[in-house]
């Protein structure tokens, strides 16, 4: 998994460790603290899981193990309007991979990857509880449902003159 | 008093405490399951079964699906069988699956022969695989002692508790998942990056080729063959207690006499011994522990205690990178290893009228991180190490095989003079708590100058992780503490950091069971006798020698006469001590 480079201030490194402190710098709570610490600078690069990994006592291999394994976490930034596809099963066979693949095709980016003005980003989800919505659709906070290949263009329109 | 239950399998009965697995219950009986994954060194605080890989599955009367026999407990009545079609059906299903992810290079793997994957295919009587795998390829990583060759990876994570749970160094875990999952340092780096000790227990137990050793029985032949080369060998204290395995030989056979024939056969020009090293290690940190307690008991404030042993260059590298705010605490003694190197490349090069460059110092270990100790800039004179090549116990058995020397049928030979004469607290160094038991026998009859009756400290002795004993100087009572596996260690140096520490001496060795242990044996497969069986033999050998003290080596007090004068003189700091290096990472520049 690639990582940005980052520069933490003693402010970044005191978040860090004021976040480990709420769950008692347990080892258990790893994945508690990736969550919020990921809540709060919206990706995890290497340098800030050096920081957790020694605040909750667990090694720095074990870290990025845990990051790597669950798709949530990410080492590199989300975009401004971050994408979310959902390809639980009820998504899936209502044609999310179709979805997917427009949205992929339109952006010009990867599943996990950025766009390079730094707009948008595409993640996939499994099953945000709206099965009855399938294929479903988060940008950001906000859910689109039944969405087929066609109404991609309309979502990303929504956001193209924001900024 | 432990409950008991009583199960029946494959139509045999048996009775085990509540609690007991499957797999543990079969072994009782010796009916065997086979295991991929599962791995326990009993009464060595060893232990894994993730019960991921699924071959140890067994059918159980009553439960529709098959059950991993390592992870599930017996109950009562419960009636097993672990070989009936279908349970054979599944297992070599589950085996093809992993081979249809595995390269087929097994004539040229390094495992080839020992591989347990390769065993379990065998047994299995596997000839074809009905499934297309990913093939999935890594990159290949190549340290000072380590290769990584993560294709050969079939993620059975048996690394990653050795690492992480045993040994407490935290260099390696699994990451990423489905085809890509595999085991690796933060990042993805390489081991040289990572926190790696190089202790070389995940290469001890990895299944598969995946872990290994770097190996230089190559560069040794090379050598052999110059004819401009002399080519000096020494071999460690527990060698000669397991290296006779490799041909077949009972565990703990103890083959002091054939190897050094066969070191002979393979063209060393002399045939020497890490012992007689070993030997010096005592005199000189013997002295400096005796030094910092008398500086203790006389009221100094400042003096560094309890004093650690500095012998095992995982347990070095370990405090380097975890504990570099203790570096001033161990020993500044050179471990063996570096001490002959340094005596055979200056002493001994001039005895016999050679240039130190001329001179091919080839260590045999039960080791893997004496690859990277030899390979430190601090053992070396302008770019020529002190020791030139270090290879493990099974590398020499390489070399023996491929030399094609009928090892069993060998006469006892001996080592050669003069760095070849050892003593019995000597050989003692390739087992957990046998240091210290030699540091003891020389310091107590200097301390105290008076003759020690009995030399054998049954208190130091033993396989449990952490042992404590008191030691009586003559109405002086010493505290020594010692730990094997870096787990243990690390639970001591927390309580030296909290100032807590009880220890006037403490022994540390990387390896569960200390040398005999080590990343460099012919591997336990998990078998924690064989273990005990060479520590046996270490002690059986000690008992057989002439001469038990090290400071009664005649061949050590000819070295202080002739070159070093007395323990602890500048010569001898510069040719026999090191000092450490802070190695611990920081990402954030404070």
Redo the contacts between chains.
């Keep these: 998994?690639s990582?940005v480079k980052v520069e933490?201030h003693q402010k970044d490194?005191d978040k860090i460790k004021e976040i480990a402190k709420e769950y008692n710098n347990d080892p258990e709570a790893l994945i508690n603290v990736l969550h919020s610490t990921q809540d709060h600078f919206g990706y995890l690069p290497?340098?800030i899981?050096?920081?957790v990994a020694e605040e909750t006592n667990?090694?720095?291999?074990?870290?990025?193990?845990v990051v790597?394994?669950y798709s949530f976490f990410t080492m590199t930034p989300k975009g401004r309007y971050p994408i979310s596809i959902c390809t639980g099963t009820a998504c899936y066979v209502r044609g999310a991979e179709t979805v997917l693949e427009e949205f992929k095709r339109q952006l010009g980016i990867e599943v996990g990857e950025t766009s390079e003005n730094g707009k948008y980003s595409i993640n996939c989800l499994r099953c945000v509880g709206a099965c009855g919505l399938a294929p479903v659709v988060m940008v950001g906070d906000k859910t689109y449902g039944r969405v087929s290949p066609d109404g991609v263009s309309d979502i990303i329109a929504e956001y193209e003159d924001a900024e | 008093m432990q409950e008991t239950i009583n199960i029946t399998i494959n139509k045999k009965p048996v009775e085990v405490e509540k609690g007991t697995t499957v797999y543990q219950a079969a072994r009782k009986i010796n009916i065997n399951i086979p295991v991929l994954c599962y791995m326990e060194l009993e009464d060595m605080g060893v232990k894994h079964n993730p019960g991921g890989c699924r071959v140890c599955v067994v059918e159980v009367e009553g439960v529709k699906n098959l059950m991993p026999s390592c992870v599930t407990k017996c109950w009562d009545g419960m009636n097993v069988k672990t070989n009936t079609a279908r349970v054979l059906n599944a297992r070599k299903t589950v085996v093809e699956l992993i081979l249809s992810d595995h390269p087929f290079d097994c004539l040229i793997c390094a495992k080839n022969g020992t591989c347990d994957l390769q065993k379990m295919a065998q047994d299995l009587g596997i000839r074809e695989i009905h499934y297309q795998g990913e093939q999935s390829t890594y990159r290949e990583d190549t340290s000072p002692a380590i290769i990584r060759e993560m294709d050969k990876c079939i993620n059975c994570r048996r690394c990653e508790t050795m690492?992480?749970d045993v040994q407490t160094?935290?260099?390696?875990?699994?990451?990423?998942?489905g085809f890509e999952a595999v085991v690796?340092?933060?990042?993805?780096q390489n081991l040289e990056h990572?926190?790696c000790t190089y202790c070389g227990q995940c290469v001890a137990v990895c299944p598969t080729g995946a872990l290994t050793e770097v190996d230089h029985s190559n560069h040794v032949l090379r050598a052999l063959a110059d004819p401009q080369k002399t080519v000096v060998v020494q071999t460690a204290p527990a060698v000669r207690a397991a290296l006779g395995e490799e041909f077949g030989m009972e565990a703990g056979t103890l083959v002091t006499g054939k190897m050094t024939r066969a070191l002979r056969d393979l063209g060393f020009d002399y045939v020497f011994d890490t012992d007689f090293a070993a030997d010096l290690t005592i005199m000189e940190e013997g002295t400096e522990l005796l030094d910092r307690l008398n500086k203790h008991l006389n009221g100094d404030k400042n003096v560094k205690l309890p004093i650690l042993t500095s012998c095992c260059p995982g347990w070095v590298s370990f405090f380097e990178h975890h504990f570099p705010e203790l570096k001033d605490i161990p020993s500044t003694a050179r471990s063996p290893q570096q001490m002959f190197g340094a005596v055979a490349k200056n002493y001994f090069a001039e005895k016999i009228n050679k240039n130190r460059k001329d001179l091919v110092v080839v260590s045999i270990m039960p080791c893997v991180a004496k690859k990277y100790e030899r390979s430190r800039e601090e053992f070396a004179n302008n770019g020529d190490s002190d020791v030139n090549y270090s290879i493990t116990t099974r590398e020499l058995s390489h070399l023996i095989k491929q030399a094609n020397i009928d090892f069993n049928t060998l006469e006892d030979d001996d080592f050669d003079k003069p760095l070849g004469e050892s003593t019995g607290a000597a050989v003692i160094f390739g087992t957990t708590g046998g240091v210290i038991e030699a540091a003891t026998r020389t310091a107590y009859e200097i301390h105290t100058g008076k003759n020690l009756e009995k030399v054998d400290f049954e208190e130091l002795r033993g396989m449990e992780g952490i042992r404590k004993a008191s030691v009586d100087f003559d109405g002086q009572e010493i505290k020594i503490g010692i730990a094997h596996g870096l787990g243990n260690a690390r639970k001591l140096l927390e309580n030296i950091k909290q100032g807590k520490s009880e220890f006037h001496a403490i022994e540390i060795m990387a390896c569960p069971g200390g040398c005999i242990g080590g990343g460099g044996q012919p591997l336990h497969h998990g078998d924690s006798s064989i273990i005990k069986a060479r520590q046996k033999a270490i002690y059986q050998e000690d008992a057989g020698k002439k001469i038990r003290k090290s400071h009664e080596n005649p061949f050590i007090k000819e070295l202080y006469e002739e070159y070093l004068g007395k323990p602890g003189s500048e010569k001898s700091h510069d040719l026999l001590h090191t000092h450490y290096f802070d190695r611990k990472k920081r990402?954030?520049k404070k």
Aim: proline content about 5%; hydrophobic content about 50%; aromatic content about 10%.
């Design positions: 998994m990582s933490l490194v290497a340098e899981q050096e920081i667990v090694s720095i291999a074990k870290v990025y193990g790597t394994f | 690492c992480n160094v935290g260099a390696l875990s699994g990451i990423n998942r690796a340092p933060a990042f993805e990572s926190p990402w954030i």
